[in-house]
């Protein structure tokens, strides 16, 4: 079974916004999270510390702030990443799925349909779409 069947005729869309941003995310996730890292590595390198607990309280606090900085842009990095996918894909070709016989509103069954009936559409859908190969 191929699950990945194309629909014939069908028509990607043109590429835009989002392969920009696809092909910068791996930059901006490193630039977004050495920025806070290098400001917290030169405010341990020019702060000097001689047992004050005030200053090192707020040194430590920095580092928390930091952290959290970052942690926030990784999330932040990983959405528009899945924010691209999604829409690559749904501007992607088209792709056959199982096809369902299923009954309309406006001329609903009098009983619900066997399993003979149900395999019997299934197997006729399945035909029609090795006629399109």
């Not at 290098?38 to 928390?64: K, V």
């Not at 959405?79 to 609903?108: E, F, L, R």
Request: hydrophobic share 50%; proline share 4%; with cysteine.
């Amino acid at each position: 079974m191929n699950w990945f069947k194309k629909l014939p005729n069908s028509i990607r869309t043109a590429s835009g916004l989002e392969w920009v941003l696809w092909r910068k995310l791996p930059w901006i996730a490193v630039a977004g999270t050495l920025a806070p890292l290098l400001c917290l590595g030169l405010l341990h390198w020019f702060l000097d510390i001689d047992n004050d607990a005030a200053q090192t309280r707020w040194l430590q606090m920095a580092d928390y702030m930091v952290g959290g900085i970052v942690v926030l842009h990784w999330t932040l990095v990983m959405t528009v990443a899945v924010g691209c996918v999604i829409v690559m894909v749904m501007k992607g070709p088209g792709y056959v799925a199982d096809g369902y016989q299923v009954s309309h509103s406006d001329q609903p069954r009098s009983q619900q349909e066997t399993e003979a009936e149900a395999a019997n559409h299934h197997a006729s859908a399945a035909e029609k779409i090795a006629e399109t190969e």
